[in-house]
């Protein structure tokens, strides 16, 4: 009879743990028919001996040499004829009842591959073992400033180790379909298993599991995780007898995963990465051995380097044009560098010295519409400032508080800075998880660092930056079902540029009324914390302000808004009251056609769902009456996302970089009168015209979920 299950359990060196899995694994099966299968990759601890004597019923198959774990897997699945193989660990120990859960969940759904279990310390507690997402080959760019050197030594931590575990228990929690799982415990159907030719015999160590699971997931079958089925995992038995080999073979099979899954470009990224972190490694422990003189650590040293040059002789597609792309990011890092040094030393913050003062004097409960206050403060602050009364909601301004408790020049310093860690954030966020080609990281470098609406914030000290950041948030925990991460960063942009609300409706109206509803309350709930702070009063003076627009910015020359566009071109004909209901209505008009593109529902984590996030987004100074150069900041977004994505074709292309030179470019007709009013004035528009294409290049993909 047909066995349920084929065990294989590959084994080196490792008598004791081998002993105590094949034990586990009896008490495992509860009822199905098991067959056995252990391969031994030429031990010398008498594990072949231990085996014969003590679990005589084991198929026990003998390798001279070490042929590796796949090679390994494969030769024992090979050997057995059960309806699923068990790949396990030889530390791995199965708790009661644990083969028979996952065997249940995987015979009861055709369309899974494969189930992994939960994988567990000696003490109980979890070991992270699944995963949402395939690496990607900048998945370890952070590993060359010891990320995970770093993460290691929290965990031993307890308290730290908690903390740091909080995400992973939670999504560890509970059954559900996974991208991939360690192969320590895994069991697979072997008809997918067989599909696929099973383990890659290229990967003597390490990733050979992620690239099974690719496989079987490119081939069709989900995988699944169960925890219900616990495994006690004791962490590389095997590995730490031969630990400078065992990091050779991470290291190279990294290199031969991404040059295989990323044809072209992944495995130069790999290497070239990997290759950075060794010299880094063996350098760092270099001179912490000859600080303490110690051999442990000259011989880590020592294995790194060696590690190192075993990489960079690794064959693998070299990335085109490498070092072109290298030479021109490194310029466009120093030339954006310079900008902000530049900045730092010679600007006046004119908006953040209005931030600044104006936050100083609503906390002194002063009257933030008198027209002379920005002056006065200007003056006693010895700063100068940026003339307009109290432009933002008043919460703002309370939360600009803790700025002033600095002086002015080292807290515009501190702004400064946090606006270039905001961008960070933004840029990691955005790379999160995406295999970009490193000619596409460049050109989105080279559209951030030489952004002229970038440039004008920083030297304004805007906040726009801080608006870019939080709508990235938005749309990050929108797309990840983190709704309560996506609503307080848009509820809290209402209290920055109340325009940004748009976004907010956008969401409901695509069907992400959740998200949509908690962020109108976290913006209720900052407007409850702003009137108990300055009181009702300075609210209801700010909405009369915002809502009589003083007349000249209407027409103003630095205001690319259509709305300005439109007065601009028709106030000497036919008057300004006669052209504002036409610029209402062309308002109105722009945002009817952004919502009938958005017509449909597309899936948060789909193209479609990004491209409608960003046309919400790229809408707000096409229906805004005002929109300064510097709000065009929070375009990077849009921008970004089209750049990223990886299916444009060469005229949406040509189009991007269009939108991109048009909005992102320094230049400016606004110092000719001529240009000022009627048909010249359409000179004006170059900004304007760079964010309708963007808009139209969205409107294609957030419409493809449209009925």
Same mark, same amino acid.
Request: with cysteine; glycine share 8%; charged share 15%.
């Given at each position: ?45 008498? $594990?072949?001996?231990?085996? +014969?004597? &003590? ?29 699923? @193989? ?62 995970? $050197? ?11 180790? $908690? ?27 072997? &008809? ?101 003189? $110690? ?32 030479? @021109? ?13 530049? @900045? ?77 860690? %905001? ?73 920055? &540029?109340?325009?940004?609300? /748009? ?12 998200? +949509? ?56 004909? %036919? ?39 960003? /046309? ?9 009456? @005002? ?59 170059? &900004?304007?015209?760079?964010? +309708?294409?963007?808009?139209?290049? %969205? ?9």
């Amino acid at each position: 009879m047909t066995p349920d299950v084929t065990a294989v359990v590959v084994s080196w060196n490792t008598r004791e743990h081998l002993a105590r899995c094949l034990s586990a694994l009896e008490g495992a099966a509860d009822g199905l028919r098991v067959e056995t299968v252990v391969v031994d990759n030429g031990s010398s601890d008498g $594990s072949q001996a231990m085996v +014969a004597s &003590k679990f005589p019923r084991v198929r026990l198959i003998q390798s001279a040499d070490n042929l590796g774990f796949g090679r390994a897997c494969n030769l024992g699945a090979a050997a057995g004829t059960g309806r699923a @193989i068990l790949i396990l660990n030889s530390d791995c120990e199965l708790e009661p009842g644990a083969l028979a859960t996952l065997r249940g969940v995987l015979h009861a759904d055709a369309a899974l591959g494969a189930v992994f279990a939960r994988l567990v310390n000696a003490d109980g507690t979890l070991q992270p073992s699944v995963h949402d997402a395939l690496p990607t080959p900048w998945t370890h760019a952070a590993d060359v400033l010891f990320r995970s $050197s770093l993460t290691h030594a929290l965990y031993r931590r307890p308290v730290l180790k $908690s903390l740091l575990l909080r995400g992973a228990l939670r999504r560890h929690a509970a059954a559900h379909d996974v991208a991939w799982g360690g192969a320590a415990c895994l069991l697979v159907r072997r &008809k997918a298993f067989e599909t696929v030719d099973g383990f890659d015999p290229r990967f003597f160590m390490y990733m050979e599991d992620v690239d099974l699971c690719a496989r079987l997931g490119e081939a069709g079958f989900r995988l699944r995780y169960v925890p219900d089925a616990v495994a006690v995992h004791h962490w590389g038995a095997s590995a730490a007898r031969s630990a400078a080999r065992m990091l050779r073979e991470a290291y190279l099979s990294r290199v031969a995963y991404f040059d295989k899954h990323f044809p072209g470009w992944g495995g130069g990224v790999a290497g070239a990465l990997a290759s950075i972190e060794l010299a880094v490694r063996a350098a760092t422990l270099g001179v912490a051995a000859r600080v303490t003189g $110690s051999a442990a650590l000259d011989a880590r040293a020592r294995a790194s380097e060696a590690c190192r040059a075993d990489v960079a002789r690794a064959p693998r597609a070299r990335v085109p044009a490498a070092t072109a792309l290298a030479v @021109i990011a490194a310029l466009l890092v120093a030339a954006y560098a310079a900008t902000v040094a530049h @900045i730092a030393a010679d600007s006046g913050f004119i908006d953040f010295a209005h931030y600044y003062a104006l936050a100083m004097h609503v906390a002194g409960g002063g009257d933030v519409f008198d027209p002379a206050v920005t002056a006065r403060l200007g003056q006693e602050l010895g700063v100068r400032a940026a003339g307009a009364p109290l432009m933002y909601p008043p919460l703002f301004y309370v939360a600009m508080r803790p700025w002033t408790w600095l002086p002015f020049r080292g807290a515009a310093l501190a702004w400064l800075a946090l606006g270039q860690g %905001l961008l960070l954030a933004t840029a990691a966020l955005l790379l999160r998880r995406r295999a970009v080609e490193p000619a596409r990281l460049v050109a989105l470098l080279a559209m951030t660092a030489l952004f002229q609406p970038l440039v004008e914030t920083l030297h304004l000290g805007q906040a726009n930056v801080l608006v870019l950041a939080l709508m990235t948030v938005g749309w990050w925990g929108a797309r990840n079902a983190r709704p309560w991460l996506a609503a307080v960063a848009l509820g809290l942009a209402l209290h920055v &540029k109340p325009q940004f609300g /748009l976004p907010i409706v956008a969401l409901a109206w695509i069907g992400q009324r959740g998200i +949509a509803y908690r962020a109108a309350a976290v913006a209720a709930a900052g407007l409850g914390a702003g009137a108990v702070t300055v009181g009702p009063a300075a609210y209801l003076d700010w909405a009369r302000h915002v809502l009589t627009m003083p007349t000249y910015l209407h027409a103003w020359t630095l205001n690319i808004a259509p709305h300005a566009a439109l007065h601009r071109l028709l106030d000497g004909a %036919l008057g300004a009251r006669v052209v504002e209901p036409l610029a209402l209505g062309a308002s109105a008009a722009i945002l009817t056609g952004i919502a009938y593109a958005l017509r449909g529902r597309p899936a948060p984590g789909t193209a479609a769902f990004d491209r409608a996030f960003g /046309l919400a987004v790229a809408a707000v100074p096409l229906v805004a009456p @005002i929109a300064e150069e510097h709000h065009l900041v929070v375009l990077l977004l849009p921008l970004a996302l089209l750049v990223l994505a990886a299916d444009a074709t060469p005229r949406a292309g040509v189009a991007l970089m269009a939108a991109a030179v048009l909005i992102g470019a320094r230049y400016s007709l606004d110092r000719y009168p001529a240009l000022h009013a009627g048909v010249p004035s359409l000179l004006l528009t170059g &900004k304007l015209a760079g964010v +309708a294409v963007l808009a139209w290049l %969205l409107v294609p993909r957030a419409r493809e979920a449209a009925p």
